[in-house]
């Protein structure tokens, strides 16, 4: 298996601009989660799925923020319109389950930039 | 509040010597823990998990301990080496209603110099 894979890597972007991060996990995990990371608050879990559904968006910061998971191979996160604060460092990781203790299998992360 | 706090943002160890790194929390009652390493420019990757009920975990030259009542965890590498230099995240989970939420630490940077 190839790992979890994000697309793009680095993004750049103007502030207002629409964002779409993509994601494929990892075959037969049934769990996908969004988390950002930044020097000051570290990684935060934004939003996670189990087969497709969304449980938990408790940690998507705003409205301008969206998640998607159309089928068990791709999840999209996306940023409508971008502001210069949500430069970040986004990964995808997926995993087997929750609760009986799985790690999980991060991907690359998509570097973004809003100017 | 929640908190998880790694004892120092930088560590530098002499080669050879045992790599201590510290995770501890407040207001958690996980019921495992984790840690990752994470190279500059890659997403984490996960090492060890310990369960509650567990007081000591190995892997190779790692080995995890678990005090729940101190609500701390010890991450050891023996004999370090300079390619063990990286972040170590320890993680927490966070049941909450059934809803299990993985929350990180901010993480120690190690730097074992040769």
Not at chain 1, 5 to 23: A, D, K
Not at chain 1, 87 to 110: I, K, M, P, R
Not at chain 2, 9 to 37: D, F, V
Request: aromatic content about 10%; proline content about 5%.
């Amino acid at each position: 298996d190839a790992g979890v894979i994000q697309s793009p890597r680095h993004e750049v972007t103007e502030m207002g601009q629409e964002v779409t991060l993509r994601c494929k996990p990892i075959s037969g995990h049934d769990y996908l989660f969004w988390y950002r990371q930044t020097m000051m608050r570290g990684l935060e879990l934004l939003i996670y799925f189990n087969n497709n559904v969304p449980i938990d968006d408790s940690g998507m910061p705003e409205d301008r923020f969206s998640a998607k998971m159309p089928n068990a191979s791709f999840s999209t996160l996306k940023i409508q319109p971008s502001e210069p604060r949500d430069s970040a460092v986004y990964f995808c990781a997926s995993s087997l389950g929750t609760g009986v203790g799985y790690g999980y299998t991060f991907g690359s992360g998509t570097r973004l930039t809003v100017v | 509040s929640q908190k998880i706090e790694q004892n120092s943002e930088a560590l530098n160890i002499q080669e050879g010597k045992t790599a201590t790194l510290t995770c501890n929390y407040t207001n958690y009652s996980p019921a495992y823990l984790q840690w990752y390493r994470q190279d500059p420019g890659r997403g984490p990757v996960f090492l060890l998990l310990i369960r509650e009920n567990e007081k000591e975990k190995r892997k190779e030259r790692l080995k995890v301990t678990f005090d729940t009542t101190l609500k701390q965890s010890l991450f050891h590498i023996t004999a370090s080496q300079p390619a063990d230099s990286a972040t170590y995240l320890c993680a927490l989970d966070a049941l909450n209603f059934g809803n299990e939420k993985l929350t990180f630490g901010t993480g120690t940077r190690l730097t074992i110099i040769p």
